[in-house]
């Protein structure tokens, strides 16, 4: 577990979105959200969306298929568009690295349930100690070019930014993704610093704390471990994050062996760890209940098990286990007594013990969060419509637009044919001026500021429900004969000033007349 932090010289790549559980669409009334009414402005809920908004919606359209959902409204001036998402273990993940022969470390990211296996996270250079927060932030430790860094990125890899340079520091992000605690390497200290940056602040001064603290569920609070000059092992200490003296929360029985802490439950009365027998070569997952209760170590002693990190609600631990005892090397996750390991992770062929997963933490359910309005991380600015996808009870996507007078804007879909529910979507208006998309619930997002355009097609993509395209027109007609293409093929043409894709890309910076797009996927086949 002792990893070489001048030896870092991989490069990360970019992780697929992961998805958010929200809640299942239900809309109040007739076509239309449950509102209530304070004076000129509305509240409403619609489907998962809360919104606030003035005036008379357009009443509400709705399309599924299969896992697909897609709803949206307009008509009116939205101040606010939030998401709360229901609190679902299938939409969170896993992060960790790995130290791989030749490459260093490099930090993955999974789903919890397994599926899909690990993922490359991001960032040219190596990465360790990957930390999440609530926000869908992850905090890491790099040596790109050679120069010891703390970097945040949002988890669909987007919004890299430099936390503290020339500092080997071992970090953890808060909850809320608005503090980082880390130690310092070199010299056993523990500092906190603002995740935007800022000056770091020494809240622990004993110069023997190792590895990487974990937050308590409220941020108030921290866990590491360091040395016990008396036994000279490593033991859990607890502090404030705002600085104090720091308590050794370690049963006695255990003082003598070495514990290595990792979590700390949801409900703030237990931490975990991985425990060494005094003279011992391999761990076991301990628990440790902090008002002294009840403390057990939950895995056998023919194995070796350690980072363990428990799930968000409580009831699971995800830890890794080495090939020791003959085990098959890979992540797994247990219940909380430690009962019915499972594995979910092998590890690749190549991967041996010194290649094995480290860092493991499980991520936070994730919050509401404002996506218009003040403070919107999609637009701060009023919108004037909406368009949300969903998979299955995942966030697939948000669009939203902003029109000169939000009264006209609308949004319309053709008829659904065969090929299933509708794919594309016509906003219009007198005028509109800026589309906003994010297909990451907290990640990257696009915002087109448009010459005042009156029409806009949106094509989302048939089995993911992320908006695949964009196209501007200042004026449209959609060739409703089938003659051209087919049946399954929509055609559209006038005059279209931009075509957009997925990540904002103008594919057609010199406009079209013409462009086709398949009914069923979404996708665009070609434009003239």
Known sequence: MIHRLNRMRASLIRLAPLGIGILSIGCGGAGGPAASSSGGNQTAKVGPVDVSYIGRPQPLISSSSGQISTFGQAGVSYSNISIDPTPSLSSTYLTFFRLNSGSGDQSYTMPS??????????????AA??????????????????TYQIETVQND??????????????????????VIVYINMLTGNIFSIPAAGGTPTQIYSGGNAQYQAVFSPTGT???????????????????????????NVTPSFYQPGNTYV????????????????????????????????????????????????????????????????GAIPGIYICDFAGSSPQLILQDPPSTGTTGGVQGLRWSPFQQLQKFVGVGGTLSTANASGFLMSQSGNQFASLLTFAATTPSKATISSPPVSTTG???????????????????????????????????????????????????????????????????????????FTAIYDGSGKNSAPLGATSLQINRATGKLISFR
């Open 129 to 146: 100690y990957p930390s999440c927060s609530q926000n869908g932030t992850i905090s890491f430790f790099t040596d790109a070019l050679n």
């Open 221 to 247: 609070q921290i866990a590491f471990s360091a040395k016990n000059a008396a036994t000279g092992s490593y033991n859990v200490y607890t502090m404030n994050v705002a600085g104090g003296a720091a308590t």
């Open 262 to 325: 990792s979590s700390w439950s949801p409900d703030g009365t237990t931490l975990a760890g991985s425990y060494t027998a005094k003279n011992g070569t391999q761990s076991s997952i301990l628990t440790i209940t902090l008002n002294g209760s009840f403390n057990s170590t939950l895995t056998p002693a023919a194995y070796d098990d350690y980072t363990p990190s428990f799930s968000p609600d409580g009831s699971k631990i995800a830890f890794y286990r080495n090939n020791a005892g």
């Open 421 to 495: 529910a509708s794919t594309l979507y016509t906003l219009g208006a007198d005028a509109i001026t800026n589309i906003s998309y994010t297909n990451s619930y907290n990640g990257a997002h696009v915002s087109l500021p448009l010459t005042p355009t009156p029409v806009a097609i949106v094509s989302i993509d048939g089995s993911t429900g992320q908006v695949e395209m964009v196209a501007a027109a200042s004026v449209l007609k959609e060739d409703m004969s089938q003659s051209r293409g087919g049946a399954g093929v929509a055609t559209y043409s006038g005059k």
């Open 113 to 126: 349930n397994g599926s899909g296996g690990q993922s490359l996270l991001l960032h040219t250079g190596q």
């Open 157 to 178: 890899g987007s919004q890299v930014k430099t936390v503290i340079s020339g500092v080997p520091g071992l970090p953890a992000i808060s909850p809320n993704g608005a």
